[in-house]
C-alpha cells in the first residue's frame, strides 16, 4: 500500500471554533482519511506506550506558535514519510492500533454512520452475492460474511481475498487493488460515488499447488471452477484451439477437477492481468500488456513489425522494486503549499538480473503500479514461507478470537455456461528470445524486493528489497 499526504486544507473547528490545518491521507492516490496533527500525535503516543519509543519513526515536534505556510508543508512531508515508515513496518504496521486508527478515521471523514446495509460483492464470473454487514465492518468481517453467505469452510477463508476493481464497459474488471485490514470495504466502495466501482472475490494466493487444499471442498471447487472460466473467457488464460475443444468437451462432462487440472497446464492460469500500459523494455514507451502470476511478471508486447511477443520477469531475479508517484508541476513550474494537485503518474521500477553480473532496472508505467507492486510482495511472501517449509493455512491466518457469523440463508455458486468459441482474433505468442538493441540480452526468470522513501515535492517512492532473490549464472538464464 502506497501512504501520501499530498495536500493539506485550512477548515473550520466546530460550532464556529478556530480554524485549523487538516492533512489528507490518501492510499494508492485516493483519499482515505482527513485528520488533524493532534490525531496523529494521539496515534504515535499510543503506539510509543505499546512498542516503545525505540521502534518508532521520528515524529515532527509541536509548535508553540501559528505554522507559516512553508512550515505547514515540512510537517506535511514529515507526516506523509512517518505515516509511509510506520505502515511498512512489520510490527507497527499490521497492529490494531494502527488499523483501527485508519479504520475510525475513515468513517469520520466520509461521515458514514454505523448501520446494517446490504453490500454486494462479485464473483469472477460476476455472479452477485448480497450480504448483510455494518458500515463499520473491516475486510475480514465482510469477507467473512461473504464466505458464510456461500457456505465456504472456515479454514478456507485465507485462501480467498476481497478486491476493489473498476467494472468497464466491455464488463472486464480493472483491479485498483486488495482491500486491506485499515479500511472499511463498504465505506471504501461508496466513497468513490460510482458505480463502476466493485468489490470482487477473488482466490489470494499464486502458487497452483494450494489448489489442491480448495478443491477439496465443493464450494472451493466451484469458485476456482468459476474464476478459470471466466479468465479463459477474458482471454487472461492462453489456449490453443485444441486446449479449448479439451476443456469444453470436460465441461460438458461436468468433470470440473479434471478440467483444473488441464487448466493449471495452460499459460497464465491463476494470473492476474493489468490494462494496456508502457514500459522501457525492450525499448522506451513500449506499449505493453503485464500479467502477474507463478512466481514472475510476464509483459505482453509487439515490436514494430513483428507478432506478439511475450517476455518474463521472474520475481526471483528481481534484486530490488520501487513504486514512484510524480505529479506534473502546474503551468509557472511551481506549486505553493496546500494546493490541489494534479493527477498521479505511477511507476513500478525494478533491478533484474538479466544476465550474470549484470542487473538492469526494467519501469512499467501504469495507474496500477502500486498493486502490481502488491502482486510481488505476495509472491515473495508466498516462495518465502515455502522456502522455510513454513505453510500457507498459517500464513494466511485469520484474526485472533474472531468469531465466523453464520448466514441464516446460503447461496450456491452458479455453474458458468460453455465455454465459447475461441476468439480468432487472438493471436498467439512467442517468448521473446531474441537480443534486443543496447545490448538487452533475452528475457528469462529473475527475483526481486524493496525499500521506501518519500520525494520532498510532487513525488513519492516505495523501494522494495526482495529477500527471495537468487543471484545465478549465465547459465541459468
Known amino acids: 500500500m502506497h501512504f501520501s499526504i499530498p495536500e493539506t486544507e485550512s477548515r473550520s473547528g466546530d460550532s464556529g471554533g478556530s480554524a485549523y490545518v487538516a492533512y489528507n491521507i490518501h492510499v494508492n492516490g485516493v483519499l482515505h482519511c482527513r485528520v488533524r496533527y493532534s490525531q496523529l500525535l494521539g496515534l504515535h503516543e499510543q503506539l510509543r506506550k505499546e512498542y516503545g519509543a525505540n521502534v518508532l519513526p521520528a515524529f515532527p515536534p509541536k509548535k508553540l506558535f501559528s505554522l507559516t505556510p512553508a512550515e505547514v508543508e515540512q ?33 469520520e471523514t466520509q461521515q458514514v454512520p454505523t448501520e446494517e446495509v446490504s453490500l454486494e460483492v462479485l464473483l469472477s ?10 458500515t463499520s465492518d473491516q475486510t475480514e468481517d465482510v469477507l467473512e460474511a461473504v464466505a458464510a453467505k456461500l457456505d465456504l469452510p472456515d479454514d478456507l477463508i485465507g485462501y480467498f481475498s476481497l478486491f476493489l476493481v473498476r467494472e468497464k464497459e466491455d464488463g472486464a474488471f480493472s483491479f485498483v487493488r486488495k482491500l486491506q485490514e485499515f479500511e472499511l470495504p463498504y465505506v471504501s466502495v461508496t466513497s468513490l460515488r460510482s458505480q463502476e466501482y466493485k468489490i470482487v472475490l477473488r482466490k489470494s494466493y499464486w502458487d497452483s499447488a494450494y489448489d489442491d487444499d480448495v478443491m477439496e471442498n465443493r464450494v472451493g471447487l466451484n469458485l476456482l471452477y468459476a474464476q478459470t472460466v471466466a479468465d479463459i473467457e477474458r482471454g487472461w488464460i492462453l489456449v490453443t484451439k485444441e486446449q479449448h475443444r479439451q476443456l469444453k468437451s470436460l465441461q460438458e462432462k461436468v468433470s470440473k477437477k479434471e478440467f483444473l487440472r488441464l487448466a493449471q497446464t495452460l499459460r497464465h492460469y491463476g494470473y492476474l492481468r493489468f490494462d494496456a500500459c508502457v ?45 514512484t508517484s510524480s505529479v506534473p508541476l502546474p503551468s509557472g513550474g511551481t506549486s505553493s503549499p496546500g494546493r490541489g494537485r494534479g493527477e498521479v503518474r505511477l511507476e513500478l521500477a525494478f533491478e533484474y538480473l538479466m544476465s550474470k553480473d549484470r542487473l538492469q532496472w526494467v519501469t512499467i ?113
Open 279 to 323: 514500459a522501457d523494455f525492450p525499448e522506451k514507451d513500449c506499449p505493453v500488456v503485464v500479467s502477474a502470476g507463478n512466481s514472475e511478471l510476464s509483459l505482453q508486447l509487439r515490436l514494430p513489425g513483428q507478432q506478439l511477443r511475450e517476455g518474463s520477469f521472474r520475481v526471483t531475479r528481481m534484486r530490488c522494486w520501487r513504486v
Open 125 to 134: 464470473n460476476g455472479q452477485k452475492v448480497l450480504v448483510n454487514v455494518l
Open 75 to 107: 510537517r506535511r512531508e514529515q507526516l506523509e514519510k512517518y505515516m509511509q515508515a510506520v505502515r511498512q513496518d512489520p510490527l507497527l504496521g499490521s497492529s490494531e492500533t494502527f488499523n483501527s486508527f485508519l479504520r475510525r478515521a475513515q468513517q
Open 365 to 477: 508505467t501504469s495507474p496500477q503500479a502500486i498493486m502490481m507492486s502488491i502482486c510481488l510482495q505476495s509472491m515473495v511472501d508466498e516462495l518465502m514461507v515455502k522456502k522455510s517449509g513454513g505453510s500457507l493455512r498459517k500464513m494466511l491466518r485469520r484474526r485472533v478470537g474472531g468469531t465466523l457469523r453464520r448466514s441464516d440463508s446460503q447461496q450456491a455458486v452458479k455453474s458458468p455456461p460453455l465455454l465459447e468459441s475461441p476468439d480468432a482474433s487472438r493471436e498467439s505468442m512467442v517468448k521473446l528470445s531474441v537480443s534486443f538493441p543496447q545490448g538487452l540480452s533475452k528475457l528469462s526468470a529473475v527475483s526481486l524486493r524493496g525499500i521506501g522513501t518519500s520525494g520532498t515535492d510532487a513525488s513519492a517512492s516505495d523501494v522494495h528489497g526482495n529477500f527471495a532473490f537468487e543471484g545465478i549464472g549465465d547459465e541459468d538464464l
